[in-house]
């Protein structure tokens, strides 16, 4: 057997996960998500652990007695974050609660949650800066658990899910860079993917 087309690869190990960034969508009168943004990015520091989770549907088809073809959708990702800490009101926000002067008034029936974009960055131990960014996201899911304090101590955490939406069948459910750069320029490997607005969101999230 050749060996001559064998090229090793040693891609560096994760250090730590960075910050997490959100910016609410500008959704249209029927709640439904748009290619709108608005100018600003919360960036949070506060991230201990991320976990993203593929929602596929695998479908074979059979012919002959024996499976012919196989097809795999990835609708949405379920994005679980354990926080140190999250702002109240802007928890408050993503499940859709009605705030007003910092008050919030929460379960008031039936309520359409906001879309948003979610971003999150991975830190490599070379240096690198994976940036993985959800343009359509909602929150489906949030935990709060208080616990008395001790002698020892021992962190109190914040979890939430965040599902990730497709876009559209061309654009995905998620935009990554996994450069050192940042997505500044014509040159940019996603100029051709997705919209001005989320070009605009990128740049900024080192």
Not at 74 to 95: E, G
Not at 136 to 154: A, Y
Request: hydrophobic share 35%; aromatic share 8%.
């Amino acid at each position: 057997m050749p060996t001559n087309n064998i090229a090793e690869k040693k891609p560096s190990v994760k250090l730590t996960v960075g910050a997490q960034y959100i910016c609410f969508n500008t959704m249209d009168a029927n709640n439904g998500w748009t290619n709108a943004f608005e100018t600003e990015v919360v960036k949070l520091p506060t991230v201990t652990q991320v976990q993203v989770t593929d929602n596929a549907d695998s479908y074979d088809s059979y012919a002959s007695g024996a499976i012919y073809d196989s097809d795999t959708d990835v609708p949405t990702k379920d994005i679980a974050v354990t926080n140190l800490a999250f702002p109240d009101l802007l928890l408050a926000r993503m499940k859709g609660d009605t705030v007003d002067e910092g008050v919030v008034v929460e379960g008031k029936g039936e309520i359409a949650r906001p879309y948003f974009a979610y971003g999150i960055v991975v830190l490599k131990k070379n240096g690198e800066k994976d940036l993985r960014w959800y343009p359509k996201c909602k929150l489906v899911e949030n935990s709060d658990s208080t616990q008395t304090s001790t002698d020892s101590h021992s962190d109190q955490t914040d979890d939430v899910t965040i599902r990730a939406y497709r876009m559209s069948d061309e654009n995905g459910i998620a935009i990554r860079l996994p450069h050192r750069q940042k997505a500044e320029g014509d040159n940019c490997i996603w100029r051709k993917r997705t919209n001005r607005e989320q070009l605009r969101l990128l740049p900024n999230l080192y």
